[in-house]
Every structure is written in C-alpha cells, then in structure tokens.
C-alpha cells in the first residue's frame, strides 16, 4: 500500500513560486504515472500535470508553460514547480499515483492533499 504524502503548499501573491512535493512511502512508487490534480469547493477534480515512469510528461493547457512536474525515482518523490501564480490558481493540489499493466488498473493512491492559495 503506497502513502503519498504531500508538502509545499501555502499563501503566496500572484506572480510567485511554489513548490510541491510528493513523497511515497515505498520503493514500487517508480513504476507508477504520477499526476497532481487539484480542486476548488464546488468543483470537479481537476488534472494538472503528470509524468510517467520514464519521466513522459503531459500538462494541463492552463499551466502549460508556469508549472513544471518532475521526479526522483531513487527518491521516491515527484515535484511539481509552479511559476507565475495567479488567483485562480488557488486550490487544493493532490497528489496521484496509479499503476496500469496491460490496459488494467492495478493500483491507485491519492495523497491527502495541500492548500495552495494565490493571492492578488
């Protein structure tokens, strides 16, 4: 069972910069796409960014370009860096981690999430 648990987050004005972590809690984490969602009160979960295994990454078109997810295998935590912050980007940031093998999924893991607030 993967524990994922998350740090970084805070109150920063619009234009700065944070950084999140996500740290697991065993070693099998670096077989996993890991992605960071996050989610506003009265809003569906959404997906920010993730990174596969070999460090293939997708983002969402609204951070393409400010936010940069990253990962340390040999560490067993993924990062993901934000720049330019705007007001909207206030949310909770939750951290992923999920297996596929063959088309299945094999497991699934949510971290507990982190308050990032942007203020203007």
């Known amino acids: 069972q993967v524990q994922l648990v998350e740090s970084g987050g805070g109150l920063v004005q619009a234009g700065g910069s944070l950084r999140l972590s996500c740290a697991a809690s065993?070693?099998?984490?670096?077989?996993?796409?890991v992605a960071w969602h996050r989610q506003t009160p009265g809003k569906l979960r959404e997906l920010v960014a993730d990174i596969t295994r070999s460090g293939r990454t997708e983002y969402a078109d609204f951070v393409k370009g400010r936010f940069t997810i990253s990962r340390d295998n040999a560490k067993n935590v993924v990062f993901l860096e934000m720049n330019s912050l705007k007001p909207e980007d206030t949310a909770v940031y939750y951290c992923?981690?999920?297996?596929?093998?063959?088309?299945?999924?094999?497991?699934?893991?949510w971290g507990q999430g982190t308050q990032v607030t942007v203020s203007s």
């Open positions: 992923r981690a999920y297996y596929i093998l063959r088309g299945s999924l094999q497991s699934d893991h």
């Open positions: 065993e070693s099998g984490f670096g077989r996993n796409v």
